[in-house]
């Protein structure tokens, strides 16, 4: 049983556009959302991170944005470009356990040019 | 600049022998990791220590030791692999806080046949 749930698997996005991708969770324990990019051929490596005291958190192209109540956050990548292809992980990690990081199942971006 | 370097990056073993994957950080990090990546599951723990000698179960330990000897590397061993211990194989490093984010090597690509 995933205890962060992501989705799509996949993800098709013309270059240019958005893509979107979603996670949920149901640990209320959770205190820290980090994202990790991974290229083929290398490991993840962290992309942009949230708290949840804050509703939203940009740098650059990257956005996380939380909805607490929800328990549900999501990555938008503005203006996808084709190197922005790469497999994106969510994650979650518990108040004063730093090092129990849980991940969710990935999805695939493709940004066609 | 950061570095976690994995020992092979493919291997191919049989049924029932004994496997050795290392891991070695040049960041001194207190704490080192052992995961496995499997497509639509993402990034499992399944072992990480805080300091030389110690060690925790993550969420999938079993069939799986691991010993740090020294505080720079980080051993992930098979007692006798199965063909359900297939996978890609990522070593990971994280220093005390505040900062949570984790450093990943390459990965193993590991096939039992």
């Known amino acids: 049983q995933q205890q962060v749930k992501q989705s799509p698997q996949s993800l098709i996005v013309q270059k240019g556009g958005i893509s979107i991708i979603n996670c949920a969770y149901e640990?209320?324990?959770?205190?820290?959302f980090p994202w990790y990019q991974q290229f083929p051929g290398k490991g993840p490596a962290l992309l942009i991170a949230?708290?949840?005291?804050?509703s939203e958190k940009k740098e650059g192209r990257f956005t996380i944005s939380f909805n607490k109540s929800a328990k549900q956050f999501s990555l938008h990548i503005m203006d996808s470009q084709p190197g922005d292809s790469a497999t994106y992980f969510c994650a979650a990690v518990p108040i004063n356990a730093g090092n129990m990081l849980t991940f969710g199942g990935g999805t695939r971006l493709m940004v066609k040019p | 600049d950061v570095k976690v370097t994995q020992s092979s990056r493919y291997l191919v073993k049989r049924t029932g022998e004994k496997v050795f994957l290392e891991c070695v950080q040049d960041?001194?990090?207190?704490?080192m990791f052992w995961y496995r990546q499997d497509p639509g599951l993402g990034l499992r723990l399944i072992y990480f220590?805080?300091?030389?000698?110690?060690?925790e179960k993550g969420d999938i330990p079993e069939g799986y030791s691991v010993s740090r000897e020294k505080k720079e590397r980080f051993s992930l061993i098979l007692e006798s692999a199965s063909t359900n211990q297939t996978s890609m194989y990522l070593c990971a490093s994280r220093g005390d806080r505040p900062s949570n984010e984790q450093f990943f090597g390459p990965g193993t690509r590991l096939t039992v046949l």
């Open positions: 949230i708290r949840p005291d804050v």
């Open positions: 640990n209320t324990a959770f205190d820290y």
């Open positions: 220590s805080y300091d030389v000698k110690m060690k």
């Open positions: 960041m001194d990090h207190e704490n």
